[in-house]
């Protein structure tokens, strides 16, 4: 789908850039769709015959850990081959723009759903569900970061699979200090998240005045109640998404690829 915000709009946004003193964004799947990593709902939201939301429970992983591993290594062996695409490239560029300014008068920070580690470019930034590149012990709690490929041999090639291959828990990944089953770092349904990082949303929450929303469905809370919240304390909103997910201030419906980078005013010389 072609990106259809008029130049008008743009304009009004750069004023807006501009006027803001605190620029926060919060990021779902839709920001890696163009790096070709599947969105949670919709189309790519289907893994196997599993909707993808159905695994990301304790109750899931408690009920058929195997699975849920099975998933999770498909998804870590899916991400190690894609890149950064250039709507995650406008946010490293604006906050390259911002932070050298002198005086600098301006903050930017990215919230963000994503745990495929592709904004970890940025310097300033959120990742509010975790990382599929780290792991936690379900016996110690030890947690580390893990890029191995495979996470374990067990899981090897299982990625090809188009059915549960219904490892034992010997075979799956398992802890470096005291060999108990390790999960992956990331914050499943029902779960809460780490208390530190939501202070350090809701201090970004309390001071945005200008607040970009870039691919997320904005269906799941927490991270659902943030653009109500800046909204609520006289923030402006933005969204950026191929579908028109909400009332905002200023909307660019597109491939974030495209309208980031032009709204963001970074866009690559050619
Ligand atoms: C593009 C594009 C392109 C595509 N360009 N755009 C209050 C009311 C009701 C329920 C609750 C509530 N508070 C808590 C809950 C329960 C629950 C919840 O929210 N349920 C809802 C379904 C209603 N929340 C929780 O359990 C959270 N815990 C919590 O709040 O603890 C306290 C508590 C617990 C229980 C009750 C009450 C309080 C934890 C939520 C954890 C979510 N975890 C996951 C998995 C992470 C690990 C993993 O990746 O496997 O996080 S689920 C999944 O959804 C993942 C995502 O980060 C998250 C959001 O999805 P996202 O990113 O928005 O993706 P999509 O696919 O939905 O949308 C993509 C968008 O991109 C679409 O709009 C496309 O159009 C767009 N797009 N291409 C621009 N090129
Ligand atoms: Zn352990």
């Not at 970061?145 to 299982?158: A, D, H, V, Y």
Request: overall charge neutral; glycine content about 8%; proline content about 5%.
């Amino acid at each position: 789908m072609a990106a259809n915000s008029t130049s008008a709009s743009y304009e009004a946004f750069h004023q807006a850039l501009k006027s803001a003193k605190h620029i926060a964004t919060l990021c779902g799947a839709g920001l890696s769709a163009e790096s070709g990593i599947p969105t949670f709902r919709g189309e790519g939201g289907w893994w196997r015959t599993f909707e993808a939301t159905e695994l990301a429970t304790p109750t899931a992983f408690k009920k058929n850990p195997s699975r849920v591993w099975e998933f999770y290594h498909y998804r870590r062996e899916l991400v190690l081959k894609k890149q950064p695409n250039k709507a995650h490239k406008a946010l490293v560029d604006f906050e390259d723009k911002i932070l050298s300014q002198t005086p600098q008068n301006q903050t930017f920070t990215v919230i963000t759903q994503n745990v495929d580690g592709l904004s970890s470019n940025l310097k300033n930034f959120i990742a509010m569900h975790g990382s599929l590149f780290r792991t936690r012990c379900t016996k110690c709690g030890y947690i580390e970061e893990n890029r191995n490929s495979p996470i374990c041999e067990g899981l090897k090639g299982t990625e090809n699979s188009n059915f549960d291959i219904n490892l034992p828990i010997e075979k799956l990944p398992s802890c470096t200090k005291c060999n108990g089953l390790i999960r992956p770092d990331v914050v499943w349904f029902n779960e809460t998240l780490d208390p530190d990082i939501l202070n350090k949303i809701h201090e970004e929450l309390n001071r945005c005045d200008l607040f970009l929303i870039i691919g997320t469905s904005g269906l799941v809370y927490p991270a659902a109640s943030y653009a109500n919240y800046v909204k609520s304390r006289g923030g402006k909103l933005a969204i950026f998404n191929i579908e028109d997910t909400g009332k905002a201030d200023f909307k660019f419906i597109g491939p974030c690829g495209e309208t980031l980078p032009r709204a963001l005013d970074v866009c690559e010389e050619t």
